[in-house]
Structures are given as structure tokens and as C-alpha cells.
């Protein structure tokens, strides 16, 4: 069965860069889409962004100018990077899979996969 | 963005009943509403996917149905293990959005 784990720094300054990395154990990262989707009790779960196994990404318009998901398809991880952030960037983040079901360019599969997620504070 | 609207925000119920949950959509999505069931401290976790497809090894007690913008999330024996937070959904378009969530607790 695929597992999935979240990893990567628990505190961020703000204005610094959030950076979290998805390691993918158990299947293989090919063949699937990841996803970066994070939860505060003040907007519920938001959807960040995704990858392909081969790179096309896709990213929540909220997110965009600060927002970079990448894939490494050796080490069977695929990582996010969310620049300039600021206390409402406080949240869990998780990070979870789709199989590749696409009606033309437009991936439309629910998350069938989590990781267990990994709490990023935002704070000096 | 389409918005995602559950309703009720919460409730209370005893083990062994009926519950559901509605979710509206504000524009139609078809048959892409999928529903998460959420524990405290856990990952949500996939429970109907495309509206009514129960994701392998869900429970039968969980169905689900609609299409257009109206959904339901049915329990129809509510479990100890059932209490928790449930959450809609829509992969019909980007940015995928979610509810606001439901909790279903004890009465």
C-alpha cells in the first residue's frame, strides 16, 4: 500500500520560505498525481497546488506567485515551496495523491491517498 | 472558484442511527463531489468518490448520492468509530475546494 510522509522545518520566519518535502513509499510515484493541500481552522482545507508524475503542475490561483511543487522521480519524492510567508501560512500541511483521471487537461479524481501531515508554525 | 456548502455544520446522534449530511455546490459539477471522513489529529481520509463510489474498504453503512450541485453523504448506522468531522469536496474544476466540514458527534 502507498504511504505517504510529510517532512521538513516546523517553524518558518515570516517573508522567509516554507519548504516540505512528500516521500512516497510502498508504489510508485509514476503514474499518479501530487497534491499539497493544507488546513487552518480559519479557512478549512485549501488546496495548494499539484505535480505529475512528469511534472505538469497546477496550482490554486491564491497560491500562485509564491508557490512552486517539483517532483523527483528518483527519490520518489515531490516537494513544495511556498515563498514569503506570513502568519496566516500557519497551518498543517499535508500531502496526498490522485490516480491520474483526466477529462482532457483538467484532472478531476478525489485524494486518495495522505500523508499524516506535518504542522508549519509562521512566526519570529 | 466554486464554493462548497455542508450542511449542518454539526450534529449529535446516537450509535445505530441514520445520519446524513448535504453539501451544494454553486455551480454544477456533475458527479465530482467526493467525501473525507477527519479524526482529530489524523489526515482525512477518502470515503465516496465521483458521488456515489465507495473507495475500497470503506464501510457499506456509507453511500453517498446526487449530481448537478445537490450531494448526500449517508450513514445509516452510525458506528463508535464514526464520529468524527466530514467534509465534501468537488474535483470538476481547479482550485479543488471543500466544505466547511460536518461534525458528527455524540448524543
Known amino acids: 500500500q502507498v504511504r505517504l510522509q510529510e517532512s521538513g522545518p516546523g517553524l518558518v520566519k515570516p517573508s522567509e520560505t516554507l519548504s516540505l518535502t512528500c516521500t512516497v513509499s510502498?508504489?510508485?510515484?509514476?503514474?499518479?498525481?501530487w497534491s499539497w493541500i493544507r488546513q487552518t481552522p480559519g479557512k478549512g482545507l485549501e488546496w495548494i497546488g499539484y505535480i505529475s508524475y512528469n511534472g505538469k503542475t497546477n496550482y490554486n490561483p491564491s497560491f500562485k506567485s509564491r508557490v512552486t511543487i517539483s517532483v523527483d522521480t528518483s527519490q520518489s519524492q515531490f516537494s513544495l515551496k511556498l515563498n514569503f510567508v506570513t502568519t496566516a501560512d500557519t497551518a498543517f500541511y499535508f500531502c496526498?495523491?490522485?490516480?491520474?483521471?483526466?477529462?482532457?487537461?483538467?484532472?478531476?479524481?478525489?485524494?486518495?491517498?495522505w500523508g499524516q501531515g506535518t504542522l508549519v508554525t509562521v512566526s519570529s | 472558484d466554486i464554493q462548497m456548502t455542508q450542511s449542518p455544520s454539526s450534529l449529535s446522534a446516537s450509535v445505530g442511527d441514520s445520519v446524513t449530511i448535504t453539501c451544494r455546490a454553486s455551480?454544477?459539477?456533475?458527479?465530482?463531489c467526493n467525501w473525507y471522513q477527519q479524526k482529530p489529529g489524523k489526515a482525512p481520509k477518502l470515503l465516496i468518490y465521483?458521488?456515489?463510489n465507495l473507495q475500497s474498504g470503506v464501510p457499506l453503512d456509507f453511500s453517498g448520492s446526487g449530481s448537478g450541485t445537490d450531494f448526500t453523504l449517508t450513514i445509516s448506522s452510525l458506528q463508535p468509530e464514526d464520529f468524527a468531522t466530514y467534509y465534501c469536496q468537488q474535483s470538476y474544476s481547479t482550485p479543488q475546494t471543500f466544505g466547511q466540514g460536518t461534525r458528527v458527534d455524540i448524543k
Open positions: 510502498g508504489g510508485s510515484i509514476s503514474a499518479y498525481y
Open positions: 465521483n458521488a456515489n
Open positions: 496526498a495523491s490522485s490516480p491520474p483521471h483526466l477529462n482532457g487537461n483538467t484532472l478531476r479524481a478525489a485524494f486518495d491517498m
Open positions: 455551480q454544477d459539477i456533475y458527479v465530482y
